[in-house]
């Protein structure tokens, strides 16, 4: 019998004008943050999400804390963070010289909840100077109620959409809903660029800071410097393909919401397996499709189970709070992002993977169901 090609969770789907695109920068010999894909691929990224300003970085960390710094946070500062949200998003308030303060998620869409954000920003002396406000998996957070929240006590509002180029909320593309919004082109993102990010914003002084410190705050050609700042700037190569991707994003969402919608036909009425919530206001882009399960014991055997059939899947962000390098940091949590940590199993979710694989996904999740003897 034939091995099963392995289905893996999340790969790029390069099938546009990426190969002719980077074959045009070795040809201009433009390969450096110079070259001219960065400038269109900043362009293109403002209109989509219908923001004035865009500046490249060299992935998605480097731009949440550009974005934090253009926002003021610095040492003293605490910035209200997710407890359930990927590493970066709470480093990068590190990297700023902050302290993360870690809020719950709602359990009704995972995303950061607006009452204890209230809640916490309300409290006397808690030196929260920004929000930021993840996008999970692809599904917006509740944006208008922390945008009021934010603009009553004064705070800057960061969308971390590291995962949601083309998510709607209320009808309107995420990223102009904050005061700023980081996308990541990283490999495994609906949109790629090998490596990349981009802040955009409709600050134009914040977005010229931005754009000084993601290159050394050089008054180029001179070497005169107004600031002490870094290297982030994305390169043409990564452009080059990140561009070539935004031609197809409408397609590679639309895979995206397919695959979605075939996976929430298969599991409707399983009691063992719960599709990841979604708001009515929300359009997720589908970056990943996940499901809860009863148990991280459950989760850890769906994944067994799945790896012995070829098919990768992999346990999501585990409660931030609760780990190491964050045992010191405030939080304020009511037990749902720890009650999630470990039990939500992403499967696989690339815009190119076909029906059959798709259906072979679906058939093992449906035998797993019998073999546990549910
Ligand atoms: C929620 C979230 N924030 C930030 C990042 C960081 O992006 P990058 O890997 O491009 O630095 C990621 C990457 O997966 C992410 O999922």
Redesign the pocket.
């Known amino acids: 019998m034939n091995a099963l090609a392995n289905i893996p969770v999340a790969i790029p789907d390069l099938r546009g004008n990426e190969a002719a695109y980077l074959a045009r920068c070795v040809a201009d010999n433009w390969v450096s943050s110079a070259g001219p894909f960065v400038a269109d691929m900043e362009r293109r990224v403002a209109e989509i999400t219908g923001t004035a300003h865009s500046v490249a970085t060299v992935?998605?960390?480097?731009g949440?804390h550009l974005a934090l710094l253009a926002a003021g946070v610095g040492p003293g500062d605490r910035v209200l963070v997710p407890d359930w949200?990927?590493a970066?998003?709470a480093n990068a308030v590190f990297h700023a010289g902050a302290e993360p303060f870690f809020a719950d998620i709602a359990d009704d869409s995972w995303t950061l909840d607006v009452a204890a954000a209230r809640r916490i920003i309300g409290q006397p002396d808690n030196r929260i100077r920004a929000v930021i406000a993840?996008h999970a998996l692809g599904h917006p957070a509740e944006l208008a109620p922390l945008g009021a929240i934010c603009r009553d006590a004064g705070v800057a509002l960061i969308e971390?959409a590291?995962?949601a180029l083309g998510a709607q909320y209320q009808g309107r593309q995420v990223g102009g809903f904050g005061d700023f919004a980081v996308f990541?082109?990283?490999g495994?993102?609906t949109v790629t660029a090998g490596?990349?990010?981009m802040v955009v914003t409709n600050n134009c002084r914040a977005a010229e800071r931005m754009r000084r410190l993601s290159a050394q705050s050089r008054e180029a050609p001179a070497y005169r410097h107004d600031e002490v700042a870094f290297n982030y700037r994305m390169t043409n190569l990564n452009a080059a393909v990140g561009l070539a991707q935004l031609e197809r994003l409408d397609d590679m969402l639309a895979a995206k919401r397919a695959l979605a919608a075939t996976y929430d036909r298969a599991l409707a009425g399983r009691a063992d397996l719960t599709p990841m919530p979604r708001r009515d206001w929300a359009l997720s882009s589908h970056w990943l499709y996940a499901v809860l399960c009863s148990s991280p014991d459950c989760a850890d055997g769906l994944v067994a189970y799945l790896a012995e059939r070829a098919i990768d899947s992999s346990i999501f962000w585990l409660s931030l709070s609760a780990q190491a390098p964050y045992a010191d940091c405030p939080r304020q949590l009511a037990g749902i992002s720890r009650g999630i940590s470990g039990r939500v199993v992403v499967l696989p979710s690339s815009s190119s993977l076909s029906p059959e694989d798709q259906a072979r996904v679906i058939a093992a999740l449906g035998m797993w169901r019998q073999s546990a003897g549910q």
């Open positions: 992935n998605g960390t480097a949440l949200t990927f970066a998003t993840v971390d590291a995962g990541s082109f990283n495994n993102k490596g990349g990010g």
